[in-house]
C-alpha cells in the first residue's frame, strides 16, 4: 500500500503562509495523480487540489485558487501545498492523497490517504 506523509503544519496568524509537504513511498511516486483535501472541526472533508503526474496540470478549488498553490517533485516524491493569505476559516486539517487514475475533485476517486497534518489559522 502507499504510504503518504503530511508535514508543514501548525500555527500562523492571519495573513501568514505555510507549505505543506507530503513524502511517498516506493519508487511508482510519479505514476500517482495527487491531491490535497481538508476537513475542519464538524465539517465534511473537502477539495483544494491535485496535481497531474508530471506536475503540468494543476487544478484548484475557485475559493482558494488565487491563496493556494500545489506543485511536485517526483524526483523527490514529493507534493507541497503552497497556502498564502492564511484566514481563520483555513483552520483544518489537511490530507494528502493519491489514485492511479486521472486527478480528481472528487473524494471518492482517491485511494490513499496520509494522516493529515493540523492547520490553525489564529485571527
Known amino acids: 500500500q502507499v504510504q503518504l506523509v503530511e508535514s508543514g503544519g501548525g500555527l500562523v496568524q492571519a495573513g501568514g503562509s505555510l507549505r505543506l509537504s507530503c513524502v511517498a513511498s516506493g519508487r511508482t511516486f510519479s505514476n500517482y495523480h495527487m491531491a490535497w483535501f481538508r476537513q475542519a472541526p464538524g465539517k465534511e472533508r473537502e477539495f483544494v487540489a491535485a496535481i497531474s503526474r508530471s506536475g503540468s496540470s494543476t487544478i484548484q478549488s475557485d475559493s482558494e485558487k488565487d491563496r493556494f498553490s500545489m506543485s511536485r517533485d517526483n524526483a523527490k516524491n514529493t507534493v507541497y501545498l503552497q497556502m498564502n493569505s492564511l484566514q481563520p476559516e483555513d483552520t483544518a486539517v489537511y490530507y494528502c492523497?493519491?489514485?492511479?487514475?486521472?486527478?480528481?475533485?472528487?473524494?471518492?476517486?482517491?485511494?490513499?490517504w496520509g494522516q493529515g497534518t493540523q492547520v490553525t489559522v489564529s485571527s
Open positions: 492523497a493519491a489514485k492511479a487514475g486521472p486527478y480528481s475533485s472528487r473524494l471518492a476517486a482517491y485511494d490513499y
